[in-house]
Protein backbone atom coordinates (compact mmCIF):
# COMPACT_ATOMS: atom_id res chain seq x y z
CA UNK A 1 0.00 0.00 0.00
CA UNK A 2 1.33 3.21 -0.94
CA UNK A 3 0.70 6.33 0.71
CA UNK A 4 1.56 9.51 0.14
CA UNK A 5 2.10 12.38 2.52
CA UNK A 6 0.33 15.35 2.55
CA UNK A 7 2.03 18.78 2.04
CA UNK A 8 1.42 21.59 4.28
CA UNK A 9 2.61 24.28 2.00
CA UNK A 10 -0.98 25.44 1.31
CA UNK A 11 -2.27 25.81 4.43
CA UNK A 12 1.48 27.29 5.53
CA UNK A 13 0.46 30.25 2.63
CA UNK A 14 -2.84 30.86 4.26
CA UNK A 15 -1.20 31.32 7.86
CA UNK A 16 1.19 33.65 6.66
CA UNK A 17 -1.60 35.72 4.39
CA UNK A 18 -4.17 35.68 7.59
CA UNK A 19 -0.93 36.87 10.17
CA UNK A 20 -0.04 39.81 7.48
CA UNK A 21 -3.71 40.64 7.28
CA UNK A 22 -4.53 40.97 11.03
CA UNK A 23 -1.43 43.62 11.58
CA UNK A 24 -3.62 46.76 11.25
CA UNK A 25 -5.93 45.18 13.79
CA UNK A 26 -3.33 43.76 15.64
CA UNK A 27 -1.48 46.93 16.06
CA UNK A 28 -4.69 48.83 16.69
CA UNK A 29 -5.51 46.62 19.36
CA UNK A 30 -2.15 46.88 21.07
CA UNK A 31 -2.62 50.42 21.64
CA UNK A 32 -6.17 50.10 23.15
CA UNK A 33 -4.46 47.73 26.29
CA UNK A 34 -1.69 50.47 26.35
CA UNK A 35 -3.92 53.22 26.75
CA UNK A 36 -6.20 51.10 29.25
CA UNK A 37 -2.96 50.58 31.18
CA UNK A 38 -2.05 54.29 31.37
CA UNK A 39 -5.90 54.92 32.29
CA UNK A 40 -4.86 52.26 34.99
CA UNK A 41 -1.34 53.39 36.46
CA UNK A 42 -0.61 52.22 38.92
CA UNK A 43 -2.20 49.11 37.94
CA UNK A 44 -2.07 47.57 34.50
CA UNK A 45 -4.88 46.54 32.11
CA UNK A 46 -6.11 43.00 33.25
CA UNK A 47 -5.38 41.10 30.08
CA UNK A 48 -1.15 41.75 30.26
CA UNK A 49 -1.50 40.64 34.11
CA UNK A 50 -1.11 37.02 35.23
CA UNK A 51 -2.38 36.80 37.81
CA UNK A 52 -3.56 33.55 40.14
CA UNK A 53 -6.53 35.26 40.41
CA UNK A 54 -7.87 34.22 37.11
CA UNK A 55 -7.87 30.33 38.66
CA UNK A 56 -8.58 31.35 41.73
CA UNK A 57 -12.45 33.23 40.00
CA UNK A 58 -12.86 30.82 37.48
CA UNK A 59 -15.71 29.45 38.55
CA UNK A 60 -16.84 32.18 40.41
CA UNK A 61 -19.80 34.31 39.14
CA UNK A 62 -19.35 37.89 38.08
CA UNK A 63 -20.30 39.46 41.77
CA UNK A 64 -17.19 38.12 43.21
CA UNK A 65 -14.98 39.66 40.46
CA UNK A 66 -16.37 42.75 40.38
CA UNK A 67 -16.55 42.73 44.29
CA UNK A 68 -12.38 42.05 44.41
CA UNK A 69 -12.11 44.99 41.48
CA UNK A 70 -14.02 47.30 43.64
CA UNK A 71 -11.67 46.72 46.66
CA UNK A 72 -8.43 46.83 44.70
CA UNK A 73 -9.82 49.88 43.29
CA UNK A 74 -10.87 51.34 46.68
CA UNK A 75 -7.45 50.16 48.05
CA UNK A 76 -5.75 51.91 45.29
CA UNK A 77 -7.78 55.18 46.10
CA UNK A 78 -6.83 55.05 49.25
CA UNK A 79 -3.00 54.80 48.74
CA UNK A 80 -3.08 57.65 46.46
CA UNK A 81 -5.22 59.97 48.43
CA UNK A 82 -4.63 58.57 51.81
CA UNK A 83 -8.59 58.84 52.42
CA UNK A 84 -10.70 55.97 52.49
CA UNK A 85 -11.33 55.82 48.73
CA UNK A 86 -14.58 56.43 47.11
CA UNK A 87 -14.72 52.47 46.50
CA UNK A 88 -15.93 49.63 48.37
CA UNK A 89 -17.51 46.21 47.88
CA UNK A 90 -20.76 46.83 49.82
CA UNK A 91 -21.12 49.84 47.36
CA UNK A 92 -21.09 48.09 44.69
CA UNK A 93 -23.50 45.47 45.90
CA UNK A 94 -25.80 48.26 47.00
CA UNK A 95 -25.90 49.44 43.70
CA UNK A 96 -26.05 45.86 42.09
CA UNK A 97 -29.16 45.61 44.18
CA UNK A 98 -31.27 48.75 42.99
Known amino acids: MDQTIP ?18 QRDRLRGIVNRSSQLLHPLADPLLVDSPLSS ?39 LRSR
Open 7 to 24: SWDRALQLITFLRKAQEP
Open 56 to 94: LLRGSREETYSDWLAWTLGTVCKTKSGTSGAWSSKGTRA
